[in-house]
Nanobody, 122 residues
């Protein structure tokens, strides 16, 4: 089992930056592919970015490509999401998630954090 705790959310003006962190505990962290999802009010949960076990392979949703960067530190059991050039459309609850599978769908992710709110004002 893996326990995930996100931090780093908050209120930021459009054009600003935030860095989200996700601390993992429990089972072997480097056995899991990690991802950040987000869910805005009235919308489905969507994947934002993912990173493979060794950190060498990443994926980004088209809406965030070039603005967000996902990274992980297996020595610290942590995954990060650096978010730059934020827009009001990025406002959502952001969730950290873990899966032993190579899959980008939410259903494949076994473990979830509680979420952290990101609000971008115009």
């Amino acid at each position: 089992q893996v326990q995930l705790v996100e931090s780093g959310g908050g209120l930021v003006q459009a054009g600003g930056s935030l860095r989200l962190s996700c601390a993992a505990s429990g089972s072997t962290f480097n056995s899991y592919n990690m991802a950040w999802f987000r869910q805005a009010p009235g919308k489905e949960r969507e994947i934002v970015a993912s990173v493979f076990r060794n950190g060498g392979t990443t994926y980004y949703a088209s809406s965030v490509k070039g603005r967000f960067t996902i990274s992980r530190d297996n020595a610290k059991n942590a995954v990060y999401l650096q978010m730059n050039a934020l827009t009001p459309e990025d406002t959502a609850i952001y969730y950290c998630a873990a899966t032993p599978y190579y899959d980008r769908t939410a259903a494949a992710y076994n473990y979830w954090g509680q979420g952290t709110q990101v609000t971008v004002s115009s």
